[in-house]
């Protein structure tokens, strides 16, 4: 099918990258084949006409663009943005603990997961964990286990009679501890937990300080359907927008472009992106100014360069399923397999307005990719993405748009092939327009 290499290329995205920390890492190594220069905040910048580059904030965000050799004045900035963190677990900071024969880690919730989905998976651990080196300084690295370390297994139907009519319900507090092991009359379980992140890392026990560890889903992603028409993973919200962003930039053609294009990838959207690294924080508006102020951009240049410029807030959107009509509003359901949705929401949940709908709507038709208009129901609070938050910061007109997607929130959501390399190419008509 149209659009199966490219999803293929998602799912082995999605399974090299089973934490936000992980998936910038591997979307620095596909920067790096096509010879993106990592630049440092804390350096000064020179900035080559047609150079390419990329700036990483604390490890799980990361802006990655192309100096366009034309004023900034004249083009604008082209962005678009997505994050790169998805709602699930994360292990406490004292997460090991001893409970009627069975090690269990503690766990909290971030963002807002379907917890029951997080039931009878074979789950593991991957993030970064912050120690001291041989030489006294603080530092961090990646680690992630492969093997199946954790689990959370159901209540059997006959203590929980009324699940089916009901719902799974897992109190928060107290029903969420992962199993992690058996109790051997050894075992403390804090040092227990260490030995493990020290036989994972490499890195002394002792010398582990802190973590930022997120529990993932050691299934691999999937097509599914007669046609394979359809596929399912884990994270896809929001990782499937960032491998669409990154595809439409990473062409050659696209990458000599007079225009200056940034790819803007937040952690801590799931959360309201409010922290350094975040949408609502000031990583974006620093970036755009270091580069026009590398390039001898003036200040008023600059606010004229931001009123030219264009931001795409790509998430992913609610596809219709057929069994639960009644959540959907009627005249706005949105298909599977055709093609992105542009979605509304007139208090700003998402950025979009007439003139930016229209001008993604035009972006579609040059492409040749279908599309679709997306409207929550008015009786269900609607969710919201990074849109509204950078184009308020940095008055920068525009639009939220979408994959349709099934079970979001889910730990294994699942899209349709087609919408991928849909996304991909009106992605790439915005940056060469
Ligand atoms: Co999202």
Redo the contacts with the bound molecule.
């Keep these: 099918m149209k659009g199966g290499q490219q999803v293929q290329g998602l799912l082995d995205f999605i399974d090299a990258s089973p934490s936000p920390w992980h998936a910038v890492k591997s979307i620095e190594a596909r920067l790096a084949a096509f010879q993106f220069i990592k630049l440092e905040e804390a350096d000064k910048w020179a900035l080559d006409a047609g150079g390419r580059y990329y700036v990483i904030r604390d490890d799980s965000s990361i802006i990655a663009f192309v100096a366009g050799p034309k004023s900034l004045v004249e083009t604008g900035f082209k962005i678009i943005g997505a994050?790169t963190d998805?709602p699930g677990l994360r292990v406490k900071p004292n997460a090991a603990n001893a409970m009627d024969g069975y090690l269990r880690l503690g766990v909290e919730i971030y963002g807002g997961p379907i917890l029951a989905t997080f039931t009878d998976r074979d789950l593991s651990l991957a993030g970064r964990i912050t120690y001291k080196n041989d030489q006294g300084t603080i530092t961090s690295t990646l680690i992630r286990f492969d093997n199946v370390l954790l689990r959370l297994p159901n209540l059997a139907i006959h203590m929980n009679r009324n699940v089916n009519e009901e719902g799974l319900k897992l109190n928060k507090q107290s029903e969420l501890p992962l199993i992690l092991s058996l109790l051997t009359q050894e075992q403390v379980p804090p040092s227990y937990f260490a030995s493990l992140l020290e036989k994972q890392s490499g890195i002394n026990a002792e010398c582990i300080l802190f973590w930022d560890l997120n529990i993932y889903d050691t299934q691999k992603g999937t097509f599914w359907g007669a046609e394979n028409e359809f596929y399912a993973d884990s994270q896809l919200?929001?990782l499937a927008s960032c491998h669409a962003a990154i595809e439409a930039l990473l062409d050659e053609l696209i990458l000599k472009s007079d225009s200056t294009l940034v790819c803007a990838l937040f952690d801590h959207?799931?959360v309201g992106s409010e922290s350094n690294k975040g949408a609502h924080g000031s990583f974006l508006p620093d970036i755009l100014q270091r580069i026009a102020l590398a390039n001898e951009t003036g200040r008023e240049d600059f606010a004229r360069a931001l009123a030219k410029s264009f931001i795409i807030s790509a998430?992913?959107a609610h596809a219709y399923q057929p069994n639960f009509p009644y959540a959907y509003d009627p005249d706005h359901k949105i298909i599977v397999n055709q093609g992105p949705a542009i979605k509304v929401n007139v208090s700003q949940r998402y950025s979009s307005e007439s003139v930016s709908e229209a001008m993604f709507a035009n972006w579609c038709e040059q492409a040749e990719v279908p599309y679709q208009r997306y409207s929550h129901r008015n009786d269900l609070p609607c969710?919201s993405?990074i849109g509204p938050i950078a184009s308020a910061k940095l008055g920068i007109r525009s639009v939220d748009v979408g994959n349709p997607l099934w079970a979001?929130h889910s730990i294994r959501e699942s899209a349709g092939v087609l919408d991928h390399n849909y996304m991909i190419r009106v992605m790439k008509r915005f940056f060469a327009g």
């Design positions: 994050h998805s919200d929001n959207e799931e998430d992913m969710g993405t979001m």
